[in-house]
Nanobody, 124 residues
Framework: QVQLVESGGGLVQAGASLRLSCAAS????????MGWFRQAPGRDLEFVAA????????HYADSMKGRFTMSRDNAKNTVYLQMNNLKPEDTAVYYC?????????????????WGQGTQVTVSS
């Protein structure tokens, strides 16, 4: 069983940066594709980024490319989401998720484990 705990959210002004962290429990962290999703008020859950378990490659939603960077530290069982040049439309609850040996990273249904979410609010 994998447990995920996100941190790092907050209230920032447009143009600022935030780094979200997601700490995972368990001994097989390297076998999990790790992803970030977000849900804005009144909207569906949206894929943000992921790192695949087998090659540590990063994958991003088109709207996040160039502003968001995801990384993982396998020694710390932690993934990060560095968010730069934040915009008001980035306001959402951000969720960390884990999928065991999955390569189809954008499908939220592939992720069996989810964190509780962390709120990011960007003011204009």
């Amino acid at each position: 069983q994998v447990q995920l705990v996100e941190s790092g959210g907050g209230l920032v002004q447009a143009g600022a940066s935030l780094r979200l962290s997601c700490a995972a429990s368990g001994r097989t962290f390297t076998s999990y594709t790790m992803g970030w999703f977000r849900q804005a008020p009144g909207r569906d859950l949206e894929f943000v980024a992921a790192i695949t378990w087998n090659d540590d490659r990063s994958h991003y939603a088109d709207s996040m490319k160039g502003r968001f960077t995801m990384s993982r530290d396998n020694a710390k069982n932690t993934v990060y989401l560095q968010m730069n040049n934040l915009k008001p439309e980035d306001t959402a609850v951000y969720y960390c998720a884990a999928a065991y040996r999955v390569l189809a990273v954008m499908n939220q249904g592939n992720y069996a484990h989810w964190g509780q979410g962390t709120q990011v609010t960007v003011s204009s």
